[in-house]
């Protein structure tokens, strides 16, 4: 339960990190976080916390909530905390490589906006490779075998296929690195 995976917000509510439950609890407990109330975004410190969300041993917890259990207590375990001072996001590289593409692309063709499957994905190069194009963020996009192969060697305006977004590098917090299971508790902090 120690190990349960904590959303780290900042103090605009930007989500910035994942820590753990027992990072988490120590974090509130040097007053440097809150723990935020993930249905009603209540924040509290650790005292309101055990106030509210505290059950001596034995008495059955809710459903579906997790509760961490110790010898005479259990304590709802907090899902989403905000940092008292910090504000900046920190920059944090995601790689570039095929999955981190799908992820950004949220696993839709960009030309027709079609999801038919992972298999029948693939990655189109914007402009070309034999014209120039690069392997990056920018020229890097997720499409359906039929469009590829429609587009076949030419840019979006020659094919006249636009694209449904601008490429773009993707930033952490856009949900890009936190993978493809967020947990709903997570969801409405979660941009994209
Ligand atoms: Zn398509």
Request: aromatic share 8%; net charge positive; hydrophobic share 35%.
């Amino acid at each position: 339960m120690l190990d349960r995976s904590v959303l780290v917000l900042n103090k605009s509510w930007t989500p910035i990190a994942i820590t753990t439950v027992k990072r988490g609890f120590s974090l509130v407990f040097q007053n440097h976080a809150h723990i935020v109330h993930p249905e009603t975004y209540e924040m509290h410190d650790f005292e309101t916390w055990l106030n509210e969300y505290a059950l001596p041993a034995g008495v059955e917890p809710p459903v579906g909530q997790a509760w961490l259990r110790t010898t005479t207590l259990q304590i709802r375990v907090p899902e989403v905390l905000v940092l008292g001072r910090y504000n900046g996001v920190p920059r944090r590289e995601l790689a570039f490589n095929r999955r981190n593409i799908y992820r950004r692309d949220a696993f839709q063709c960009q030309y027709c906006g079609s999801r038919p499957g992972l298999k029948n994905l693939s990655i189109d190069h914007v402009k070309p490779v034999s014209k120039g194009g690069a392997t990056s963020w920018e020229n890097c996009v997720v499409a359906c075998v039929r469009c590829n192969t429609r587009k076949g060697n030419r840019t979006p305006d020659q094919a006249n296929m636009p694209l449904m977004t601008e490429p773009a590098k993707p930033t952490w917090n856009d949900g890009v690195g936190l993978g493809e299971r967020v947990p709903p508790s997570w969801a409405k902090f979660v941009r994209g």
